[in-house]
């Protein structure tokens, strides 16, 4: 394989991740979207591996807190075209108030 073969593939290979390609894909993509993509997954699962080998608090709860709204909002609001009532926005509340005193005891009150 020659070297301007090379440089060809690699170059075709790597298309889908310019820039413009990225801005596209986060403009289009959903809640519901992104905890099914496996680029998303991938990508966590990478983080998360890095973060228990590292032993990096911040990071485990970064991510912690990244998938925790994700899953908040996936579940707690209502389909789209639907209104907002206090049945559909008390548990996003309650959800919101028990991530962030998790965040908050994780970061403040326990020490190692």
Known sequence: M?????????????SPFETENVIKFLQQITVKSAMENPWLIGAFLVIFFYAVIKR????????????SIMLLVRFAFPPA???LNLSSTLPFVFGGLLIGGVLLYFNFVKTE
């Open 2 to 14: 020659g070297k301007q073969e090379l440089i060809a593939k690699t170059k075709e290979t790597l």
């Open 56 to 67: 990096s608090k911040f990071v485990l709860l970064g991510l912690f807190s990244v998938i």
């Open 81 to 83: 075209g639907e209104e």
